[in-house]
């Protein structure tokens, strides 16, 4: 179990770039392409649009 989550953890464990959407750790306070600061965390569960 504890794997599983660790792995899951990991995966997740990225932010999106809102202005060039790329992808940077969760560590990183700013991008590190753009060097914006404004973030989204990655959504990995499929969302049902609606
Ligand atoms: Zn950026």
Request: hydrophobic fraction near 35%; include cysteine; charged fraction near 40%.
């Amino acid at each position: 179990m504890g794997k599983i989550a660790e792995g899951n953890a990991e995966l997740l464990a990225v932010k999106i770039c809102l202005d060039c959407k790329t992808k940077n750790s969760v560590n990183v306070i700013r991008c590190r392409k753009c060097k914006g600061s404004r973030f989204r965390k990655k959504d990995l569960a499929p969302r049902i649009k609606k």
